[in-house]
């Protein structure tokens, strides 16, 4: 009888802890069903079909923006940053495809890799979790993990170009507190481990929004940007040709800097179109364009190309530090740093002080130490 009671007392132990534990670990989409219903539910989710992040102050180094930035989501897939309408010499966006606009020189490009992946991976207004299935996503529950001293559920998000984040989902309020990727922090160079912490959530609409966010270097903690929104309004009116890049009349050094771009791929009609504008038109300077689109092809990842185009650029400018100082760039890129650290050190020799080889210089020597 004492056995039989024993193994009864056993096995309801185990019961209890099982249970426990289940109550403890709840799966996957549990907590994605959780953290949901803690934002303002589903239904609530779907009612918004428009959102306006307005008011922001961005911070990044020493940079701080007057308080005007501003970005727009609009189902199903818009997004844009900046406001056509407020005179940016700047705005990116997404159309079914990325693309960023330079009011200065005047300049539409449509960006693929890192830069592209940026863009779309946050173009959802109902955030990454709802329907992530149907989004092609995958989720996977990686344990917990302390996030400023509470305990937070880790979740994978793989989307369906391959590219994973980590969220940590708050094991009481149910909200992300952070997340965590590895991405060029620019548009090119290695890859960076970032977390990004999530605050300040208000109410929009019936759903909660964080309001502020700060990304850090998680190997050494230092501060990369931050962004505040003064305000979140959701169901606008957008003119949907807002989310598209904006029209106007190319100049003609303006459609050579879009025919080099569009050929980015193909380095021989890159260097072809640029001898044939030189030739055709030799009273204009090609120095500032030719380094723009030398530049966007390196984040393309186009680097043959704008290391050719650069070289070519920085033969016909000897007397230019730029010209010297974007070939060195390119050739960083490239991890050919014998050769960069030549061009940044002709670049100081034709501009004593030149800020941007100054840094460059220094970043280097930090990569050998």
Same mark, same amino acid.
């Given at each position: 009888?004492?056995?039989?009671?024993?193994?009864?007392?056993?096995?309801?132990?185990?019961?209890?802890?099982?249970?426990?534990?289940?109550?403890?670990?709840?799966?996957?989409?549990?907590?994605?069903?959780?953290?949901?219903?803690?934002?303002?539910?589903?239904?609530?989710?779907?009612?918004?079909?428009?959102?306006?992040?307005?008011?922001?102050?961005?911070?990044?180094?020493?940079?701080?923006?007057?308080?005007?930035?501003?970005?727009?989501?609009?189902?199903?897939?818009?997004?844009?940053?900046?406001?056509?309408?407020?005179?940016?010499?700047?705005?990116?966006?997404?159309?079914?495809?990325?693309?960023?606009?330079?009011?200065?020189?005047?300049?539409?490009?449509?960006?693929?890799?890192?830069?592209?992946?940026?863009?779309?991976?946050?173009?959802?207004?109902?955030?990454?979790?709802?329907?992530?299935?149907?989004?092609?996503?995958?989720?996977?529950?990686?344990?917990?993990?302390?996030?400023?001293?509470?305990?937070?559920?880790?979740?994978?998000?793989?989307?369906?170009?391959?590219?994973?984040?980590?969220?940590?989902?708050?094991?009481?309020?149910?909200?992300?507190? *952070?997340?965590? %990727?590895?991405?060029?922090?620019? =548009? &090119? !160079?290695?890859?960076?481990?970032?977390? #990004?912490?999530?605050?300040?959530?208000?109410?929009?609409?019936?759903?909660?929004?964080?309001?502020?966010?700060?990304?850090?270097?998680?190997?050494?903690?230092?501060?990369?940007?931050?962004?505040?929104?003064?305000?979140?309004?959701?169901?606008?009116?957008?003119?949907?040709?807002?989310?598209?890049?904006?029209?106007?009349?190319?100049?003609?050094?303006?459609?050579?800097?879009?025919?080099?771009?569009?050929?980015?791929?193909?380095?021989?009609?890159?260097?072809?179109?640029?001898?044939?504008?030189?030739?055709?038109?030799?009273?204009?300077?090609?120095?500032?364009?030719?380094?723009?689109?030398?530049?966007?092809?390196?984040?393309?990842?186009?680097?043959?190309?704008?290391?050719?185009?650069?070289?070519?650029?920085? *033969?016909?400018? %000897?007397?230019?530090?730029?010209? =010297? &100082? !974007?070939?060195?760039?390119?050739?960083? #890129?490239?991890?050919?740093?014998?050769?960069?650290?030549?061009?940044?050190?002709?670049?100081?020799?034709?501009?004593?002080?030149?800020?941007?080889?100054?840094?460059?210089?220094?970043?280097?020597?930090?990569?050998?130490?």
């Amino acid at each position: 009888m004492i056995r039989v009671l024993t193994a009864a007392l056993a096995l309801m132990i185990l019961s209890v802890a099982h249970a426990s534990a289940q109550m403890e670990s709840p799966d996957a989409d549990t907590i994605i069903a959780r953290h949901i219903e803690a934002r303002g539910g589903r239904d609530a989710l779907l009612a918004i079909d428009s959102l306006v992040f307005d008011h922001g102050v961005y911070r990044e180094g020493d940079f701080t923006s007057d308080g005007t930035a501003v970005m727009m989501l609009m189902r199903p897939y818009y997004k844009l940053i900046g406001h056509p309408e407020r005179g940016p010499d700047f705005m990116e966006g997404y159309d079914g495809a990325a693309w960023e606009w330079y009011q200065n020189p005047g300049l539409t490009v449509r960006t693929v890799g890192p830069a592209s992946a940026a863009s779309r991976h946050s173009t959802d207004v109902d955030g990454p979790f709802l329907d992530y299935a149907e989004k092609g996503s995958q989720i996977e529950l990686l344990g917990t993990e302390t996030i400023y001293g509470q305990p937070a559920f880790q979740i994978r998000l793989t989307r369906m170009d391959g590219f994973a984040t980590d969220y940590f989902i708050d094991q009481n309020s149910y909200l992300i507190t *952070a997340s965590r %990727r590895s991405a060029p922090i620019h =548009a &090119f !160079g290695e890859p960076v481990t970032s977390q #990004t912490i999530y605050s300040d959530y208000r109410r929009v609409a019936g759903v909660l929004f964080p309001f502020a966010y700060t990304e850090v270097e998680l190997a050494s903690g230092a501060e990369l940007n931050s962004m505040q929104w003064g305000e979140i309004e959701a169901n606008r009116e957008i003119p949907v040709d807002w989310f598209s890049p904006p029209e106007y009349e190319r100049t003609p050094i303006q459609t050579f800097m879009e025919q080099l771009y569009v050929q980015r791929s193909d380095t021989a009609a890159t260097l072809w179109t640029y001898a044939i504008f030189r030739r055709a038109n030799p009273g204009v300077d090609t120095r500032i364009a030719s380094q723009v689109i030398g530049y966007q092809n390196l984040k393309m990842g186009a680097i043959d190309t704008a290391i050719a185009l650069l070289e070519r650029n920085a *033969a016909d400018y %000897r007397d230019d530090a730029d010209s =010297a &100082f !974007g070939l060195g760039r390119a050739y960083a #890129t490239a991890g050919r740093l014998d050769d960069a650290r030549a061009q940044f050190g002709n670049a100081l020799s034709l501009e004593p002080g030149h800020a941007r080889a100054t840094r460059a210089l220094a970043e280097l020597d930090a990569r050998d130490h």
